[in-house]
């Protein structure tokens, strides 16, 4: 694999950081800003919606421009949304470089897997995509947990300080390795996603896709809170049980897309639904005691991403049925319905806290899930009326196994 590619790997780890470092550091940005935890939550929403609309509308806009260009252009968004973190005086000011950075992150996504594939033969394309996308596993599983450790060791202006020194090293190695002569896909139009919206069974999958991802972040958004006011863990314990859940979620996810491959796409995303639902329920009993608190957060970095491979299989299967001139937009406006979800479960997990407390957030994102799982079953059901089997991959348009916003549409 060439060297380009790890620059590009790099750049995904401090993306990655970045997006998700800000759950397990609430409690302590909260405190140090004088602002309430739901609204210090809010910092997560912003940043999704900043992905929501990067990926499909400014990858739009700026499709006609050089690949590494545009590239190094995002690196420096990115690397002065979180220098703009750093300096934040105050909460607006926070508030406007999560939704820069949020906007950075979407397009690099979108165009990450051209320039991936675009640097090695076709046939090590798919290895290319799996290399770069490690970069994000591996910030959950380290990236985040020593992020928390930074922050609240340091106080947290000191991560974004230290993830911005990631996306200047990630910019260098862009602009010294990555080739000038990139070839770009030809751009897809605003009006071209905008009709791919117009499909009633493409909609649907995006309804799974925000549901399952809101009710997980409804609990996610506020984890740290209730590990130090619940569990009664203390601040400097939240990043090793944020370690687990990284590694937790890296193994879950590979579990998701073998599982996808062995009972289809429908069959499977049931299976990861119920589970998670069921996980998030016990977590409502369990929060009280340290050590059932991380075994359940164990398991629910198991199931949290693991719908994340079932849901891209079945947006492409769907797509290749009902837009099959638009299957690339389809799966990249479904990574704006992961980001829709979390913003939107960001949000509502704030004034669930307001109004009901933090343990009300982990049984109420279950009954959102237990939503995205009736959706799920809907589309089986329409898809048995329709003599449609429930397969799995569909022939040559592979999903790349990988953890949500965390994907970039397919090409």
Request: aromatic letters at 8%; glycine letters at 12%.
């Amino acid at each position: 694999m060439p060297l380009a590619l790890w620059a590009l790997t790099l750049s995904a780890f401090a993306i990655g950081t970045t997006e998700f470092v800000i759950v397990g550091l609430i409690p302590t940005i909260a405190a140090s800003l004088g602002v309430s935890v739901p609204s210090a939550g809010l910092l997560v929403s912003l940043y999704a919606l900043g992905v929501a609309v990067g990926a499909p509308v400014l990858t739009a806009l700026t499709g006609r421009l050089p690949r590494k260009h545009l590239l190094l252009g995002l690196m420096a968004l990115f690397t002065a949304g979180n220098l703009l973190a750093w300096m934040a005086p105050g909460y607006e000011a926070l508030m406007a470089a999560r939704v820069l950075t949020g906007l950075a992150h979407g397009v690099f996504f979108s165009i990450g897997s051209t320039i991936a594939t675009s640097l090695v033969p076709k046939e090590k394309a798919a290895s290319a995509i799996a290399l770069m996308f490690t970069g994000l596993t591996v910030a959950l599983v380290t990236g985040v947990p020593l992020g928390t450790f930074i922050g609240q060791t340091l106080g947290w202006q000191a991560t974004f300080l230290a993830v911005s020194l990631l996306g200047v090293v990630a910019f260098i190695g862009s602009w010294m390795l990555v080739p000038n002569n990139i070839a770009g896909s030809k751009p897809s139009s605003l009006l071209t996603q905008l009709a791919v919206l117009k499909k009633p069974r493409l909609l649907l999958v995006y309804a799974m896709t925000t549901l399952g991802y809101g009710g997980t972040f409804i609990a996610f958004t506020y984890l740290a809170p209730i590990l130090q006011q619940v569990s009664g863990f203390k601040a400097s314990s939240v990043s090793l049980v944020m370690l687990v859940y990284g590694v937790s979620v890296a193994a879950g996810n590979i579990w998701g897309g073998k599982l996808a491959d062995r009972q289809g796409p429908v069959r499977a995303l049931q299976i990861v639904f119920g589970l998670l639902a069921v996980v998030l329920f016990v977590l409502t009993f369990t929060a009280s005691n340290p050590w059932l608190a991380v075994l359940t957060v164990l398991a629910w970095g198991a199931v949290a991403f693991g719908n994340v491979p079932g849901l891209q299989v079945y947006v492409v299967q769907r797509a290749e049925r009902d837009a099959p001139q638009a299957i690339d937009v389809a799966s990249g406006l479904n990574i704006a319905a992961f980001n829709i979800g979390i913003a939107a479960g960001a949000w509502a997990g704030g004034l669930i806290v307001a109004h009901l407390g933090l343990m009300a957030t982990p049984w109420i994102g279950a009954l959102v899930v237990l939503g995205a799982l009736g959706l799920t079953t809907l589309a089986g059901w329409l898809d048995k009326r329709d003599g449609i089997a429930s397969a799995g991959k569909p022939a040559g348009h592979a999903a790349p196994v990988r953890a949500p916003q965390l994907a970039a549409e397919e090409g």
